[in-house]
């Protein structure tokens, strides 16, 4: 299988299941070609990144005994072995460890035994461990997460399998950690990190130790409530807004590193430069850090606060590599990875879905196109275009286009055909969200149209994230004439 047939199958799979996730594709794919390297060697690289490195390298080899004729086959066998080289240094490691402490218990006995020493007089006092730094910036604050609760949980039985949980998540995090708790919601899944979701109604909150596996504070709501008048709520909800915040704009940043590497083959020698002129206008602006160091001038280049090492890419990961090449301050990773952005358009319900692999980023309402004019496909965003000229405004404030078609997702000056089947082809939204929509994506962001409703979803979208667009992104002299 080859890079054009893969990318067939994706596309092809994707416009048949547009809410399943790149993992979901790799099992298909393997299962369906179990003689091909490609579907085994993505789920090795999948469970790599997760920090599972049994799974990975049980894929890797199942990828390197099938068939030898394909870039992922030379792909799989080259992580294969370096994995299994990385896996002997560790073992060289423990052994290592080992004998040292063997020789460290052996010393510690033999200084019980009598005889002259130099042993401090019994009057001397050990001194007391120093007491560590403060954080620095570059420390982790407090994560916080929101998972979703059966709604007939209470009291002990809540609590025991909130404990359960937390045990689970344990090796994850080398520092205390919030927990909060909503109640179960259509299409939210129990007990699972729900990166982007933004709580109203909550069921508790919890603070966790991971060093002593201890609560720090456990308190439960019956029934559940917004709990305003209650500061740890308060103070966690805070938390979360800013790391899911921290978390879109690395999301966003990414996305655009891997389109521009998908366009010109490398990335760019500097964030900067993916804040150009239209059409090379990848982002509108470059989104500042939420969480500046101490020392940090607000008024210097937002490129200036995010930690930027090119040199760390790997082509061969390339969407995976960018952890290390554009890694998060402060905050840990999520546990299932972020993905590249996609958007999912679902005709019978209306909505626009902004997701980065399994997770949900936005959610907005749309209009479509009548007579079934929006056709179904996977489709890419050529150009992103600021204050798109058409007669009469009809496109709204932002325009997005797809490549080697006529139809575009833009804005509208009719803010009562969203909803609505009434275009004569286009995706329309609010302006309000187009300019949100257009804020996260990059031209090379994937977009699927399917004739299959959205699953019912408890979800609101978190606070506007808007990235200032300019004359630079304008088209002045150039009059569209899109299937609005």
């Known amino acids: 299988m080859n890079k054009g047939e893969f990318l067939k199958e994706k596309m092809e799979y994707f416009i048949r299941h547009p809410q399943h996730t790149e993992m979901d594709f790799f099992h298909y794919l393997s299962k369906r070609y179990p003689d091909e390297a490609a579907g085994w060697f993505h789920l090795g690289q999948?469970?790599?990144l997760r920090g599972k490195p049994a799974k990975a390298l049980a894929f890797y080899r199942q990828a390197v005994r099938s068939q030898a004729n394909s870039l992922f086959y030379d792909q799989a066998r080259e992580a294969y072995h370096r994995m299994l080289r990385e896996r002997r240094r560790q073992r060289l490691k423990t052994a290592a460890r080992g004998l040292i402490s063997f020789v460290l218990s052996v010393a510690v006995l033999f200084s019980f035994v009598p005889q002259l020493t130099l042993?401090?007089?019994l009057g001397e006092h050990l001194q007391p461990p120093a007491v560590p730094d403060p954080p620095s910036p570059g420390q982790p604050l407090v994560h916080t997460e929101v998972i979703a609760v059966p709604a007939h949980l209470e009291g002990k039985e809540l609590s025991?399998?909130?404990?359960?949980?937390l045990v689970k998540r344990r090796p994850y995090f080398r520092t205390p950690f919030t927990l909060l708790l909503v109640p179960e919601g259509e299409g939210l899944p129990l007990f699972s990190p729900l990166v982007f979701y933004r709580p109203h109604q909550v069921k508790g909150v919890i603070r966790y130790d991971t060093t002593t596996n201890k609560l720090i504070h456990e308190q439960y709501f019956s029934p559940a409530c917004d709990c305003a008048?209650?500061?740890?709520?308060?103070?966690?909800k805070k938390a979360l807004a800013q790391e899911q915040l921290a978390l879109e704009q690395a999301a966003i940043l990414r996305n655009a590193l891997y389109r521009y590497y998908q366009q010109t083959g490398r990335l760019p020698r500097h964030l900067?430069?993916?804040h150009q002129p239209h059409p090379a206008n990848m982002l509108s602006a470059l989104p500042r850090w939420p969480h500046p160091a101490a020392g940090v001038n607000e008024n210097q280049p937002a490129a200036s606060e995010w930690d930027y090492f090119p040199d760390r890419f790997q082509p061969a990961n390339a969407w995976s590599s960018l952890q290390e090449v554009l890694p998060l301050r402060y905050y840990p990773e999520p546990s299932t990875p972020l993905e590249?952005?996609?958007i999912v358009v679902h005709k019978p319900t209306y909505t626009l879905l902004l997701l980065s692999g399994s997770h949900l980023v936005r959610r907005y309402p749309v209009g479509i196109g009548k007579n079934n004019a929006t056709p179904d496909g996977y489709f890419t965003i050529l150009q992103k275009i600021n204050q798109p000229d058409g007669k009469g405004n009809i496109y709204g404030t932002?325009?997005?286009?797809?490549?080697n078609t006529s139809y575009a997702i833009h804005g509208t000056n009719n803010p009562d055909s969203i909803g609505r089947a009434m275009s004569l082809g286009c995706i329309r939204l609010y302006n309000r969200d187009v300019e949100e929509l257009y804020s996260f994506v990059s031209p090379g962001t994937d977009v699927v149209i399917t004739s299959q409703p959205q699953p019912s979803l408890a979800w609101s979208n978190g606070d506007r994230l808007l990235l200032p667009a300019g004359a630079r992104e304008q088209t002045p002299g150039i009059t569209y004439r899109w299937l609005h």
């Open 272 to 274: 900067s430069d993916l």
């Open 398 to 403: 932002r325009g997005m286009t797809f490549k």
């Open 340 to 342: 590249p952005l996609r």
């Open 119 to 121: 042993a401090p007089a």
């Open 46 to 48: 999948e469970w790599e």
């Open 160 to 165: 025991e399998q909130v404990k359960r949980y």
């Open 229 to 236: 008048d209650q500061p740890e709520v308060t103070a966690a």
